[in-house]
């Protein structure tokens, strides 16, 4: 049985699968020497269309912590929107690698950060009492399944320039904002004033891996040390490279994540047709919230459905993955449908 409480429930696509198995014959060179490593990382210069650097590590918190620390130093700060990743669910993390710099969450409508909570937030003071405002980090989609458009980005890239602070893209769901927008991954990033994107592998049908691609490549100095450092440096990096080459070869990637959104929509629409009940945020990309009356939520519990209350934004949220079938959306619809009429 599928569920819709999280995209990570999904396992590895095709195209990865068969990537990391062919990545499997005979011996190759460790730490990232192997061809597999150096293909993946080229392929993502293809991809983004510039010179970038490009680092593979094992998971989300990871890549954005490390990203964030390479960005500032322990007595900055970073601006970030209240119920961002990094602020909400990972545990600390970019402080501790950060040696202490602080996250300041700040509110904005539909998940999204706007120049002008940029602008409050970095001249609100300069003493130095406060930690310095010093990166701007933006989650794409955000966490209630909204998408930055290229010009927001651009607003907010350069409000954050103008103050000399540098910007960060939180990029878990990256692919399906790509796949939302129809637009290139250039016009989503670094055209936009992006400085480094954490890009998500996981939810796309990766086993495991992200990419953090520095499309500053000054600012990655010295990050291969900090890799190694918090044990993201994996001896035989081949697995984590391996399954990108699969997963953007011949546009697998953004196949799967239109197909994640479509869904997202499905179900959308099957929540406002079978019960009433419209979502609470624009069904931009993967994920649906809507708030459920008491009765039906504890009956779809009932039922075995699997989805999470999202504590953040109120509601419940459900995600949909690259493997989420229609028939699966249709059955979650049938139960709300029947649930609703004996309400």
Request: a negative charge.
């Amino acid at each position: 049985m599928q569920h819709f409480a999280s995209d990570n429930y999904a396992g590895i696509c095709p195209e990865a699968l068969a990537a990391l198995v062919a990545a499997n014959e005979g011996q190759a060179r460790a730490y990232g020497d192997d061809e597999w490593t150096l293909r993946a990382a080229d392929r993502l210069r293809e991809v983004f269309e510039t010179d970038c650097d490009v680092y593979f590590v094992f998971n989300g918190t990871a890549a954005n912590s490390l990203a964030l620390a390479a960005l500032c130093q322990s007595y900055h700060s970073v601006i970030c929107h209240q119920l961002a990743h990094v602020e909400t669910d990972e545990c600390g993390a970019p402080e501790f690698f950060s040696n202490g710099a602080k996250l300041l969450a700040v509110g904005g409508e539909a998940g999204k950060l706007t120049p002008s909570a940029i602008r409050e937030t970095v001249t609100r003071r300069s003493d130095i009492h406060y930690p310095k405002p010093k990166v701007v980090t933006l989650t794409q989609t955000t966490e209630v399944a909204t998408v930055y458009r290229p010009a927001e980005i651009s607003a907010v890239a350069t409000v954050a320039h103008d103050f000399g602070l540098r910007v960060h893209m939180d990029g878990a769901r990256f692919a399906n904002a790509v796949a939302a927008l129809g637009v290139s991954p250039a016009d989503l990033s670094w055209r936009a004033g992006v400085d480094v994107l954490c890009f998500g592998g996981t939810k796309m049908g990766l086993p495991v891996g992200e990419a953090v691609v520095f499309f500053d490549r000054r600012l990655a100095e010295d990050f291969a040390y900090r890799c190694k450092q918090a044990g993201q440096l994996a001896s035989k990096m081949r697995f984590l490279a391996a399954p990108w080459l699969g997963m953007l070869a011949d546009g697998a990637w953004l196949r799967h994540a239109q197909h994640a959104n479509a869904m997202a929509r499905r179900l959308a629409a099957g929540f406002a047709e079978a019960a009433g009940l419209p979502a609470l945020f624009p069904v931009d990309a993967n994920g649906v919230f809507v708030r459920l009356p008491s009765s039906i939520e504890q009956g779809l519990r009932e039922r075995g459905w699997l989805f999470y209350n999202f504590i953040g934004a109120g509601g419940a949220r459900f995600m949909c993955g690259w493997d989420t079938t229609p028939e699966t959306v249709d059955r979650l619809i049938g139960d709300l449908r029947n649930l609703a009429q004996t309400a």
